[in-house]
């Protein structure tokens, strides 16, 4: 059984940079040929798909948060993060990380809880 479970602050600045770590127990964040997204959902809005890390160290990311946003990993530690910069009040929603299927990503068969960050000064 793959697990997910998001960790970081919650409470960020506006202009910082959010920080959020997924960690995964049960599964190798490396095994062909899974994908590992970060995906949000801000109050009263629908899922909103943020980027992904894949088996091999790949990153796609959402063009609207692109410029903003960078997925990184640490194998060792079979945990995947990600990096939102020049937060506003607007990056305030839950954070989700989940697993992409293999056989075809962008759809998930494992998610973590989801954490609540608030932008706010």
């Known amino acids: 059984q793959v697990q997910l479970q998001e960790s970081g602050p919650g409470l960020v600045k506006p202009s910082q940079t959010l920080s959020l770590t997924c960690t995964v127990s049960?599964?190798?964040?490396?095994?062909?040929?899974?994908?590992w997204s970060w995906i949000r959902q801000a109050p009263g809005k629908g899922l909103e798909w943020m980027g992904v890390?894949?088996?091999?160290?790949?990153?796609y990311y959402s063009p609207s948060l692109k410029s903003r946003t960078s997925i990184s990993r640490d194998t060792s530690k079979n945990q995947f993060s990600l990096q939102l910069s020049s937060v506003t009040p607007e990056d305030t929603a839950v954070y989700y990380c989940?697993?992409?299927?293999?056989?075809?990503?962008?759809?998930?068969?494992?998610w973590g809880q989801g954490t609540q960050v608030t932008v706010s000064s």
């Open positions: 989940a697993r992409d299927m293999a056989t075809g990503w962008g759809i998930y068969d494992y």
């Open positions: 890390i894949a088996y091999d160290g790949s990153t």
């Open positions: 049960g599964g190798s964040i490396t095994t062909s040929y899974y994908a």
